[in-house]
């Protein structure tokens, strides 16, 4: 049975539960959970797997609980329907139950392991911790991923003024204010939302929840939150909005010294030749973008060693000050091999979040 990346890690931690339990029924629970989260069957399955097609297993609150306390500590996660029959997991939904689990019924039929589901799925679960004053983000991997495809290409349903629901938008926003390094991108959310003052509620209710990362990053950026919403102007002397402009000025810079920088490595190690330096100069064409050279050098179409990949890398990074070059930019946080320049990548996609969704600036001259 081949696992898919993403569920191998919760099934990981439901083995190991599995292992160190002594107790029959926990082994039995630990079991039947692993059944629940596990991969499509294959066509010809092994003669144990025919047992568990006999069985119906509905989750309980337990399950649950345990499921989502190892999501917490996973990066991604799925719950998977693995039946090959049309007949999925027996629920009641009850709408007006407090105690119910926030999801919506079409999921129960699918994985949440696309982007545009897991969305959903976090955003449901966002909205019903909520209401019990916890703050339960979705995690800023997924804000990266919507911000650089957008809700449109990703098929999230919008309104017909393009925007979508402030119950949808302001986990998104959150996560981006709640992370513990470079804040994520969070001014596209603020102008994607279709109600702005029930927006200024729910990050309300969300403060309520006392979490100190919300409330010191919400501070940071007050100035630039009041001016996006009365649609004034913001100093560039505010020491956030001044950060990112001395990023978006760099990467300018940068972006137009690239060709003398090439130059510069003529002979080296980091001489950029034959199919990279095509590349480049089909970058120089408009014919592809920055973003497209580091996802080439990531997927080792250029056969660098890795300290050049991650030189060139991160200059390219460092150059990048368009939305056109978010996929590049993504690529390297995705990439482990990339972790060294993981927070020059954050600090890109903040700038290019600000410069394009975020208030006005006032230049003093």
Known sequence: ????????????????????SNDIIEKANAIASIYLVAPELPEHSERWMDSFEKLMISPKANDISFLLDTLKDSKYASLIK?????????????????????IEP???????????????????????????????????????EIFTFKFEKL????????????NETWSLICSSLTYAGTIGPIWYF????????????????????????LIKNLKKIKGSFDAVFSEEEIESTQEY????????????????????????????????????????????????TLGDLIINIIDDKYKFDNNVKIYWAKNF?????????????????KTKEMKSIHT?????????????YGPSVKINI
């Open 241 to 288: 909005v001044r950060n990112i402009i001395e990023i978006k000025e760099f990467a300018d810079k940068k972006r137009e010294n690239l060709a003398i920088l090439i130059e510069k490595q003529k002979g080296t190690p980091k001489e950029l030749k034959g199919v990279a330096l095509e590349d480049f100069k089909k970058f120089e064409d408009e014919e592809i």
């Open 82 to 102: 693995v039946s090959k029959s049309e007949i999925g997991l027996p629920v009641v939904v009850e709408k007006d139950n407090p105690l119910s689990l926030p």
């Open 1 to 20: 049975m081949k696992l898919l990346k993403e569920n191998q890690i919760l099934i990981d931690e439901l083995i190991e539960k599995l292992k160190n």
């Open 317 to 333: 990074c460092e150059a990048s000050n368009e939305e056109d070059d978010l996929e590049g930019i993504l690529a390297i946080i």
């Open 190 to 213: 603020i102008r994607k939302t279709d109600n702005i003052n029930q927006l200024k509620a729910d990050l309300k209710k969300a403060l309520n929840t006392a979490d100190t990362k």
């Open 106 to 144: 079409q999921f129960l039929k699918k994985s949440f392991t696309s982007i545009k589901d897991r969305f959903y799925a976090d955003t449901s679960v966002s909205n019903g911790r909520l209401e019990d004053n916890i703050l339960d983000v979705p995690p800023i991997d997924s804000i990266y």
């Open 344 to 356: 020059v990548a954050r600090k890109a996609i903040q700038m290019i979040d600000f410069v394009n």
């Open 155 to 166: 098929g999230i349903e919008t309104n017909k003024s393009g925007l979508i629901s402030h």
